[in-house]
């Protein structure tokens, strides 16, 4: 079935160090790819998002990466501050089918 | 705008014990969906419903009942509560052509 695969599970970096996270999916389908960001007890909160059209995108700190070859996307947060601490999930789904598929998620801690 | 709700915040059951999770949004989105999160595995897709009337089910759908009988309401019903339902339910919704899901605050069950 389809499945999104996700790397580390944890990730520790010092204050200012960039850290990175790495998702793979299964449905050559899936044309959007979502990254979310939860803290402790809160709701998955949506922080930048990819088209399949698109192989990079930025938004001050942080960045996604998509390569339709390879099925695989990843996260990229530079200039790291103990406010990014958080679980970061990264999800796929195809337009229309309103379905999304999950990864497993990644605790990031942000040491100072 | 409310955007996502979802009563109760908690909630502790005994096992074979009945209840309703309720989730409601204002945004007039067509899509809504039921996600449980348990740790290290994610969000899982319960039920989730493309508009009043229908709904479909999601990976792991089992002891769990959906209905949509309105735009704004999508109720989860655990009709004989065990162990292994233990969790934190995420309600969400999308608005129809749109790609950004929203999620509710969430609700932590416990079933003794």
């Known amino acids: 079935g389809e499945n999104v695969e996700q790397h580390p599970s944890t990730l520790s970096v010092q204050e200012g160090d960039s850290a990175v996270i790495k998702c793979t999916y299964s449905?050559?389908?899936?044309?959007?790819f979502p990254w979310y960001k939860q803290e402790l007890g809160k709701r998955p909160q949506l922080i930048i998002d990819?088209?399949?059209?698109?192989g990079e995108k930025k938004d001050q700190r942080i960045a996604v990466t998509l390569n339709k070859t390879a099925k695989h996307f990843s996260l990229h947060i530079t200039e790291t501050q103990p406010e990014d601490s958080a679980v970061y999930f990264c999800?796929?789904?195809?337009?229309?089918?309103?379905?999304?598929?999950f990864g497993t998620g990644t605790r990031l801690k942000v040491l100072a | 705008n409310a955007g996502v709700t979802q009563t109760p915040k908690f909630q502790v059951l005994k096992t074979g014990q009945s209840m309703t999770l309720q989730c409601a949004q204002d945004?007039?989105?067509?899509?809504m969906s039921w996600y449980r999160q348990d740790p290290g595995m994610g969000l899982r897709l319960i039920h989730y419903?493309?508009?009043?009337?229908?709904?479909d089910q999601g990976e792991v759908p089992n002891g769990y009942n959906v209905s949509r009988s309105t735009t704004e309401d999508f109720p989860l019903r655990l009709l004989s509560a065990a162990p292994s339902q233990t969790s934190v339910y995420f309600c969400a919704s999308l608005a129809a052509g749109a790609d950004t899901q929203y999620f509710g605050p969430g609700t932590r069950l416990t079933v003794l």
């Open positions: 419903s493309v508009g009043a009337g229908i709904t």
């Open positions: 449905d050559s389908a899936s044309n959007y």
């Open positions: 990819i088209r399949s059209n698109v």
């Open positions: 945004m007039n989105h067509e899509y």
């Open positions: 999800a796929a789904s195809s337009s229309g089918t309103y379905k999304y598929i």
